[in-house]
Each structure stands twice: as structure tokens, then as C-alpha cells.
């Protein structure tokens, strides 16, 4: 059975939204997931959130059902907090930089997950 986010990866708005996290993360000192997977059902989601209510919610923080006043955006206020503390995200999206990650691999990694 096909994850809700699958037909969403790929499309415009998905890339746009990538695009704009991966800018994120670089300005930031960030890394996306190594797992593929978890990359692509979280930008996924979010993405599937701005399609229906206009912004960027956070999709796992979201209330059910949404409460659009309270819920947050991503990327969170408590982002860096998070990361310091942790090594990522609550959503575990972003992850500190490892010291002497290969470029190389990074590029592969983001060319799989578009």
C-alpha cells in the first residue's frame, strides 16, 4: 500500500519546498536525514500541508485535526535548540553537520531524495 506522501514526492511543489529546506539547512550548517525514506515522507507531508492550508506546518508537531493557530511551521522556532541538544530535529529532518562528510555523497543523497 502506497504511503500518502508518494505522489507528492517529485512534483513542483515538493521540489520547491525541498529546495527551500536544503537552502535552510546549508545557511544553518545542517544536514538532511541519511535515511531517504524519512527525508522524503517529512518534506512529503509538510508539503501536502501547504497544498491544503497555505504554509509549511510542521507535520510532526501538527495537532489532528490542524489547529492552524497554534501549530507550528517548519522549520520550528525550537529548531536549534533541538539540534544542539539532540544532533536533530524533533522531526529528525535536519542533523548537525559530521565532521568530514563527503560533498560527494551529500550531492548523490540529494539527487535520490528529488
Request: glycine share 6%; proline share 6%; aromatic share 12%.
Amino acid at each position: 500500500m502506497p504511503n500518502p506522501w508518494d505522489k507528492i514526492v517529485g512534483t513542483k511543489e515538493y521540489n520547491k519546498n525541498y529546495e527551500r529546506l536544503i537552502k535552510f539547512a546549508r545557511q544553518k550548517g545542517y544536514v538532511f536525514n541519511k535515511k531517504i525514506s524519512r527525508v522524503k515522507k517529512v518534506i512529503g507531508l509538510m508539503t501536502m500541508n501547504y497544498l491544503e492550508y497555505g504554509k509549511y506546518y510542521c507535520p510532526c508537531k501538527q495537532s489532528e485535526p490542524p489547529d492552524l493557530e497554534k501549530d507550528v511551521l517548519c522549520p520550528c522556532p525550537t529548531l536549534d535548540q533541538e539540534v544542539k541538544k539532540d544532533g536533530h530535529c524533533f522531526c529528525e529532518l535536519f542533523f548537525q553537520k559530521e565532521k568530514g562528510v563527503n560533498k560527494k555523497a551529500q550531492e548523490t543523497k540529494r539527487k535520490e531524495v528529488k
